[in-house]
Each structure stands twice: as C-alpha cells, then as structure tokens.
C-alpha cells in the first residue's frame, strides 16, 4: 500500500487522543505512512511527563505549564469527565475489554514510525520548549504541514 494518511490532532481530550491514535497504529499496519500534526491542545498528547518544567519559562508560560495537563494520562475526557472520575470509568471499562491505555497506543505510533509533527505557533504561544516535548516531534509551521497534508491521500481533523 502506497498510500498517505495525515491527522491533525488540535484536542487535548483522552478520548479524541486515543482515536487519533488507534486510527495511526491502525494504518501504520496497514502499510500507510502516517504523520500527525500536533496543534495547540493536541500537544498535550506529546508532553513529555518524565521532564520537568524548564526553568526560563516566562511567569505565564510557568502557570500555563503547572495548569495543564502533563502527559497522555493525565488528559480529561471531553464528555462526561466528571472531575476525573469518568475517565476512570472509562479506563477501567478498557482494561475489562483488554484494550491498550492510550499511552500504550502512543508509544506503539512511535515505535511504528508514525511521524510527529508540532505547530510551530502552537509550541511558542504555548510556551513549550523542545525539552519538554518527545524527542520524536519535530517542530514545522503551517506550511509545512499544508504541504505534508496536501500530499496525503487522506486527511482527518481530530
């Protein structure tokens, strides 16, 4: 298969996350180059929660950083979250079904060779430094994901 998929993701909620992500393993093993472009709350999915929050961060870019969510786990769902306690539903009906957490499913896109892309804009309004990121997403303006997405076969907005 010679085919192209492309996802931008601009959600920051479990549930969106995790769709983006099956549909990528998905076709990863099909056969299909996958790319995601990760804008605005989407670059939560790719914050690296093992990193702590860089020091010569502005005040604003400091509370933005302590407010949001650190990692894929640590994103709400977009319905019915309920101060986290839906999610754990949720989880806990996936774990009965023997389905991946969303991290899993991440880090299976990783290692499948989904490529990563985030928005340049979105990483600096944003206040994110590459530190803070996965080593995997390069960042490129829109541009350049217009062009990547103009290439593709498929084109999905999550």
Same mark, same amino acid.
């Given at each position: 298969?010679?085919? =192209?998929?492309?996802? +931008?993701? #601009?959600?920051?909620?479990?549930?969106?996350?995790?769709?983006?992500?099956?549909?990528?393993?998905?076709?990863?093993?099909? $056969?299909?180059?996958?790319?995601?472009?990760?804008? #605005?709350w989407?670059?939560?999915?790719?914050?690296?929660?093992?990193?702590?929050?860089?020091?010569?961060?502005?005040?604003? *870019?400091?509370?933005?950083?302590?407010?949001? @969510? =650190?990692?894929? *786990?640590?994103?709400? +769902?977009?319905?019915?979250?309920?101060?986290?306690?839906?999610? *754990?539903?949720?989880?806990?009906?996936?774990?009965?079904?023997?389905?991946?957490?969303?991290?899993?499913?991440?880090? $299976?896109?990783?290692?499948?060779?989904?490529k990563?892309?985030?928005?340049?804009?979105?990483?600096?309004?944003? $206040?994110? =430094?590459?530190? *803070?990121? +996965? @080593?995997?997403?390069?960042?490129?303006?829109?541009?350049?994901?217009? =062009?990547?997405a103009?290439?593709?076969?498929?084109?999905?907005?999550?």
């Amino acid at each position: 298969m010679n085919k =192209k998929i492309n996802l +931008l993701l #601009f959600s920051g909620d479990y549930d969106k996350a995790l769709a983006a992500l099956i549909i990528a393993n998905s076709a990863k093993e099909l $056969g299909a180059d996958v790319s995601i472009f990760f804008a #605005f709350w989407g670059l939560l999915l790719v914050r690296n929660p093992e990193v702590p929050i860089a020091d010569e961060k502005t005040l604003y *870019e400091k509370m933005f950083s302590i407010m949001t @969510p =650190k990692g894929p *786990e640590d994103l709400p +769902l977009s319905k019915m979250n309920f101060s986290g306690f839906g999610k *754990e539903m949720l989880k806990a009906m996936m774990k009965e079904e023997d389905t991946p957490s969303l991290t899993a499913f991440l880090n $299976g896109a990783r290692k499948k060779g989904v490529k990563f892309y985030g928005c340049k804009l979105s990483v600096e309004v944003m $206040g994110f =430094k590459s530190e *803070e990121l +996965l @080593p995997e997403l390069e960042v490129i303006d829109a541009k350049q994901y217009l =062009k990547d997405a103009l290439e593709s076969d498929m084109q999905l907005f999550i």
